[in-house]
């Protein structure tokens, strides 16, 4: 039987036993409180971070309005990708009689073009001459051929035309009509506003040449497209000119290129002006 002593120590052992059973409880009990703790703050953590997020989203959409111009930067040139310009010129829609065709010209560079023809319209030739120096950094030799014509140039180059539809047997009532699909009649042709160029050669030997096929995959960054496709005569009423290339700025180009659109079709889609005020005054 066990003794008085023996009993009391017994006693001892079980409350030692039961406090520490009860701290280790305790300690149990605090730490779930702490990472529950801890899983609750980091999801609190996270709903503003995307609340910031969407406000700086937001934000962002405010700034980047249509009408702001959005610049790209292509080797030493900072260009304005918004500025665009897409007066139609064609046989339906030929220049006003009372246009001024030598305004908002400059002069392009000698070592810039190789024909005989210097003059483009002052807002385009940055963008153009961007796009040859960054053509000549790549090693393709891009020329100027012949950008602005005077209507008295276009009426030459036109009647020259005529005359050789004539000499080839066509009839008279028909050759201005044929010489047209070459050669634009003066007041229809994109020459006459300074928007456009011949590169290197008016010759379809250009389709071969290095500076076409840099011209097929660069010319758009620049704003420039190709006029005249091989396959929409039945919409320019111009033969394909692989030759001839036409600003109508950055974002258009892009915009023109990844449709599959020309000038005419582009106009139509967006129903705009073929010939908006603030291009010809």
């Not at 005989?116 to 807002?123: R, V």
């Amino acid at each position: 039987m066990a003794t008085r002593a023996e009993r009391q120590k017994a006693i001892k052992r079980r409350r030692i036993f039961i406090a520490v059973c009860l701290l280790i409880l305790a300690l149990l009990i605090a730490l779930t409180v702490i990472i529950i703790g801890a899983l609750k703050g980091g999801k609190r953590q996270e709903k503003p971070q995307k609340q910031s997020s969407s406000a700086v989203s937001s934000v962002q959409s405010e700034v980047k309005k249509d009408d702001e111009p959005q610049h790209v930067t292509l080797g030493e040139y900072t260009l304005d990708a918004n500025y665009k310009r897409t007066l139609l010129v064609n046989g339906d829609n030929p220049l006003p009689q009372d246009f001024d065709y030598t305004k908002n010209l400059t002069n392009i560079p000698q070592k810039y073009h190789n024909g005989q023809l210097d003059q483009i319209n002052k807002d385009v030739w940055p963008y153009m001459q961007a796009m040859i120096e960054n053509a000549w950094k790549d090693g393709v030799k891009l020329y100027v051929w012949s950008p602005y014509r005077s209507y008295d140039t276009q009426k030459m180059l036109f009647d020259n035309q005529v005359k050789r539809c004539l000499d080839k047997g066509i009839l008279s009532d028909k050759a201005e009509d044929e010489a047209a699909t070459v050669v634009a009649r003066p007041g229809t042709s994109e020459h006459n506003t300074g928007l456009c160029a011949d590169f290197n050669m008016a010759s379809d030997n250009f389709e071969t040449t290095p500076m076409y096929e840099w011209m097929c995959k660069n010319a758009e960054n620049y704003g420039f497209i190709l006029r005249y496709p091989n396959d929409k005569m039945d919409i320019t009423g111009v033969i394909y000119e692989s030759w001839h290339w036409r600003f109508v700025g950055i974002n258009t180009a892009k915009e023109m290129n990844k449709l599959g659109l020309t000038l005419e079709e582009y106009i139509e889609k967006k129903n705009l002006k073929p010939q908006p005020e603030n291009e010809l005054n």
